[in-house]
């Protein structure tokens, strides 16, 4: 009787520990598939808040940071540069004008690794280019027509932007929209992407202009968006060679008939003295799914999904293309849209709404 309880009692053990064994492998598995949430927290800001008149900026349409740790603000209403040191009294560089080095058509901003401040200008014909004062240095390159932007730094010479011009292409002069890397001349020295307007015909290329995203990290790989549809992502070598892809399973975000109507209405209001645009525009039917926010200093790439309506979302990707981490910043309370900007010195955001006061956020990754 004994021996059969004593069998009955090392059975129930052995299933015990078998199973325990069993359940802390299995926890042990899920804990490593889990990706590891942060979040955003403000810790500083510049620019006007709600009763106050010292920091007015005008509008921000670039920005931007400098490798000394300054952020650089391309103010268009005000038609200046301003500076915000790390640490100091911000100032304004550079002014409206005709003159060498001052500001007519700016339309871009980014500095270089060697500290030079870069702006193409598109009345100018020009990318002008400055030191750390916003003292003018002389053309980047002069171009017959529009110079590329936007524009991303790759190293101490190198840029890559986006240029819209007419092209020699099998001996024909066509209209293009291209991405290319250029070194101190109007020649791009290296292609990444290329749109022919003949080949696919006007409404088609706005919508996949429309479409369009990249980014340019300063090692110089190359990180390309051109699709609605997808969550896919193309990555480069500074020498326009595809290493590897970005890509998860997603459902597109359809748009309802109002808005595509509203975004029909408002093209033709900018194109009605358009003599090229016959009209028929089309828009994508298809919102936005993903936008490319940039390469922080551990050389990860954030990129934001179009989500949610309460806040902002990232997904994080090592430089092996797998998914690090998640990133959230909650505005559910406070509704604002911000524009988004990670490199290698930090985490910035630029308040767009135009019903709101134009300012600068710094921000840090806090863990949930």
């Given at each position: 009787?004994?021996?059969?309880?004593?069998?009955?009692?090392?059975?129930?053990?052995?299933?015990?520990?078998?199973?325990?064994?069993?359940?802390?492998?299995?926890?042990?598995?899920?804990?490593?598939?889990?990706?590891?949430?942060?979040?955003?927290?403000?810790?500083?800001?510049?620019?006007?808040?709600?009763?106050?008149?010292?920091?007015?900026?005008?509008?921000?349409?670039?920005?931007?940071?400098?490798?000394?740790?300054?952020?650089?603000?391309?103010?268009?209403?005000?038609?200046?540069?301003?500076?915000?040191?790390?640490?100091?009294?911000?100032?304004?560089?550079?002014?409206?004008?005709?003159?060498?080095?001052?500001?007519?058509?700016?339309?871009?901003?980014?500095?270089?690794?060697?500290?030079?401040?870069?702006?193409?200008?598109?009345?100018?014909?020009?990318?002008?280019?400055?030191?750390?004062?916003?003292?003018?240095?002389?053309?980047?390159?002069?171009?017959?027509?529009?110079?590329?932007?936007?524009?991303?730094?790759?190293?101490?010479?190198?840029?890559?932007?986006?240029?819209?011009?007419?092209?020699?292409?099998?001996?024909?002069?066509?209209?293009?929209?291209?991405?290319?890397?250029?070194?101190?001349?109007?020649?791009p020295i290296a292609n990444y992407y290329m749109l022919n307007f003949d080949l696919v015909g006007?409404?088609?290329?706005?919508?996949?202009?429309?479409?369009?995203?990249?980014?340019?990290?300063?090692?110089?790989?190359?990180?390309?968006?051109?699709?609605?549809?997808?969550?896919?992502?193309?990555?480069?070598?500074?020498?326009?060679?595809?290493?590897?892809?970005?890509?998860?399973?997603?459902?597109?975000?359809?748009?309802?008939?109002?808005?595509?109507?509203?975004?029909?209405?408002?093209?033709?209001?900018?194109?009605?003295?358009?003599?090229?645009?016959?009209?028929?525009?089309?828009?994508?039917?298809?919102?936005?799914?993903?936008?490319?926010?940039?390469?922080?200093?551990?050389?990860?790439?954030?990129?934001?999904?179009?989500?949610?309506?309460?806040?902002y979302n990232f997904d994080v990707w090592d430089p092996n293309g797998e998914l690090a981490y998640?990133?959230?910043?909650?505005?559910?309370?406070?509704?604002?849209?911000?524009?988004?900007?990670?490199?290698?010195?930090?985490?910035?955001?630029?308040?767009?709404?135009?019903?709101?006061?134009?300012?600068?956020?710094?921000?840090?990754?806090?863990?949930?």
């Amino acid at each position: 009787m004994k021996s059969e309880i004593a069998k009955e009692l090392y059975l129930v053990f052995l299933i015990l520990f078998i199973s325990c064994g069993t359940g802390s492998d299995d926890s042990n598995q899920s804990n490593e598939d889990i990706i590891p949430e942060y979040q955003l927290a403000v810790v500083d800001s510049f620019g006007v808040e709600i009763g106050d008149s010292i920091n007015m900026i005008g509008s921000i349409q670039y920005f931007c940071h400098h490798p000394n740790g300054s952020v650089l603000i391309l103010d268009r209403a005000a038609m200046c540069l301003r500076v915000i040191p790390p640490d100091g009294q911000a100032y304004t560089a550079l002014r409206n004008g005709e003159g060498p080095g001052e500001l007519s058509g700016p339309q871009g901003l980014c500095t270089l690794g060697d500290g030079r401040i870069l702006i193409p200008d598109m009345y100018k014909h020009e990318m002008m280019t400055y030191d750390e004062q916003g003292n003018y240095l002389g053309g980047y390159f002069l171009s017959h027509g529009e110079p590329p932007s936007p524009v991303f730094p790759v190293d101490s010479s190198s840029v890559v932007g986006i240029m819209f011009d007419n092209r020699l292409v099998e001996e024909e002069t066509q209209l293009c929209y291209s991405l290319d890397r250029y070194n101190s001349s109007i020649e791009p020295i290296a292609n990444y992407y290329m749109l022919n307007f003949d080949l696919v015909g006007w409404n088609e290329a706005l919508k996949a202009i429309d479409a369009f995203d990249f980014y340019a990290d300063r090692a110089g790989n190359v990180y390309i968006v051109n699709d609605f549809t997808e969550y896919l992502v193309n990555v480069y070598t500074k020498d326009a060679l595809l290493t590897y892809q970005i890509e998860e399973p997603v459902t597109p975000l359809q748009k309802s008939e109002a808005q595509i109507q509203i975004e029909i209405d408002e093209y033709e209001e900018f194109a009605v003295n358009d003599a090229s645009y016959r009209g028929g525009y089309q828009p994508s039917p298809y919102n936005q799914l993903i936008s490319l926010a940039g390469v922080d200093s551990e050389d990860n790439l954030w990129i934001e999904r179009f989500d949610s309506d309460t806040g902002y979302n990232f997904d994080v990707w090592d430089p092996n293309g797998e998914l690090a981490y998640t990133v959230s910043f909650s505005t559910a309370e406070s509704p604002i849209e911000i524009k988004f900007l990670v490199d290698d010195i930090g985490i910035i955001g630029a308040v767009t709404d135009p019903d709101d006061y134009p300012r600068i956020y710094y921000f840090e990754t806090v863990e949930i």
